[in-house]
Structures are given as structure tokens and as C-alpha cells.
């Protein structure tokens, strides 16, 4: 139970500097566009560990979660957050920017920048068919890994 402690207050302390940073930046009048890559990896970063949290919380007290809408409808019935549809657009937002990004490597590495080596880009954590994760862990390459990400799981 005390790894568990640990954890939820590590994830809380990277939450606020997160969402401080987030803040920090949607200040910035005409940002670059450095800075406005960093502003959508501080909104994904903050959604990622605002969920979480909410799991964290909710799981301490019996619930089960699968998934970040999971967490963010029990919260609201819970009464834990208000503004749920807010949520939810947060949600579909932080999808629709990974999406995107994930669609964007693909078409340069594929199609601008073409090498004898076709890359297929996915999102390992949502793949939901065991073949195709026994595949990819047989043979895969993992190009690019966000260790902050990985270590807030």
C-alpha cells in the first residue's frame, strides 16, 4: 500500500508542475512554433496525469477503471469533478492531438522522407489484438519511447 502512496503523491507533485507549465505557456501572446509544440505536449502531459490521478483515487476506493473515460464519468457521478462534458472534450481532444501527431510522423517517415523501410507508427498501449502484440514484441523496433510518460504508468 505504501508503493501505492508513493506513486499517487509523485503523480500529484508531476501534475502541478505540469499544469504549471501548461498555464505558463497559454500566456505566451503569439507563440513560435517551439511553443506552441510545447503547449499541446504540456496539455497531453497534464490530461495524462490528471486521469490518472482520478483513477488513483478512484480505484483506492473500489472502483474499477478502464480507461480514462471510465475515470472521468465515475468521477463526475461521484460528484469528484464537475463539468464532465468538459472532460469528455478534453479527452477527445488529447485523441484527436496524439492521433494527429502519430498520422504526421507516419506521412514523413513514409512518404517525405522515404527509406527502403516502411514504418508503421502505432500507439502500443491501445492495441487491443494479443497477435498483433505478440508480433510486434517478437519483432518490433521501438524508435522513440517518452520516458515521462512511460514512468507515470
Known amino acids: 500500500m505504501e508503493n501505492q502512496d508513493i506513486r499517487w503523491i509523485q503523480r500529484f507533485q508531476n501534475f502541478e508542475k505540469t499544469f504549471l507549465l501548461l498555464q505558463e ?7 513560435s512554433v517551439a511553443e506552441r509544440a510545447g503547449l499541446i505536449q504540456f496539455f497531453e502531459m497534464t490530461f495524462e496525469l490528471a486521469w490518472k490521478l482520478l483513477k488513483d483515487y478512484e480505484e483506492e476506493e473500489g472502483f474499477t477503471v478502464k480507461s480514462p473515460r471510465d475515470a472521468i464519468k465515475q468521477a463526475f457521478q461521484a460528484n469528484i469533478i464537475t463539468a ?13 492531438i496524439t492521433h494527429s501527431t502519430v498520422t504526421h510522423l507516419s506521412y514523413i517517415l513514409n512518404e517525405e522522407k522515404p527509406l ?22 517478437r519483432v518490433g523496433v521501438v524508435l522513440y519511447e517518452n520516458k515521462k510518460v ?4
Not at 25 to 31: F, R, S
Not at 84 to 96: F, K, P, V
Open 25 to 31: 505557456t497559454l500566456q505566451i501572446k503569439n507563440p
Open 84 to 96: 464532465g462534458h468538459t472532460w469528455i472534450d478534453a479527452l477527445t481532444d488529447r485523441n484527436l
Open 116 to 137: 527502403p523501410y516502411y514504418f508503421d507508427i502505432v500507439h502500443y498501449e491501445k492495441i487491443d489484438e494479443p497477435e498483433l502484440i505478440k508480433h510486434i514484441n
Open 150 to 153: 512511460l514512468s507515470d504508468r
